[in-house]
């Protein structure tokens, strides 16, 4: 752990926090993710050793506890010490999104990373039980250019194989331009619009998007002048 020999709260927190994925590690765990693979899908580049050492850390700091997990395996629960980050992380995001807003660059862009993030933002409430979407990235390889959310029974999955149902939604796109939709850079009906974005399906699930695919709760934040 980092040690800046002050007794300043400030220092004393960024002791903790102030590593390399640290705080990213504590977003997804605020974000629902408790095992070790959920916490690997959600920060992509980041390597075993040093999740685990950063898990460590902050079990030693008395941010999250290390629990057995209900069928087997292992969990972490954040702990009030660790929800209490919640507020800190939320302003971290809107801070960033206001001030140093990625521009979308090649080695920022991560489909798992949004479309885990579609995935927790879709409203089931908003499409039929059942219902299946799919996303196609024109510029991406094979393996990852086609992903389906499935909703059923108010649950949402996410699969890279054909999950053998036909599609209710089709979105056709770039990872650059889904991405810039879902962080609130770009309209949705804009990029249908202006072809950033080809969607087929019943025309009302498309009127009425924000209603079923919520976009990045900081999408609203506006950038600096």
Known sequence: MLEYGQFCPVAKAAEVLGERWTLLVVRELL?????????????????PSVLSQRLKSLCDAGVIVKRD????GTQYILTECGRELAPLVELAGVWGQRWVRSKMT????????LMLDIQRGVNTNGLPNHAVVQF????????????WLLVDDAQVDICIEHPGREPLLYLDTTLRGMTQIWMGDVAFQSAIEGGLLRYQGPDKYRKQVTGWLSLSRLAHVEPAA
């Not at 974000?31 to 390597?47: D, H, K, M, N, V």
């Open 136 to 147: 196609t990235f024109s510029d991406l390889p094979a393996r990852t250019k086609r992903w």
């Open 31 to 47: 974000f629902g993710s408790t095992r070790y693979a959920e916490l690997q899908r959600g920060l992509g580049r980041i390597s």
């Open 106 to 113: 090649k080695h920022e862009l991560d489909v798992d990373l």
């Open 69 to 72: 997990a209900p069928g087997g």
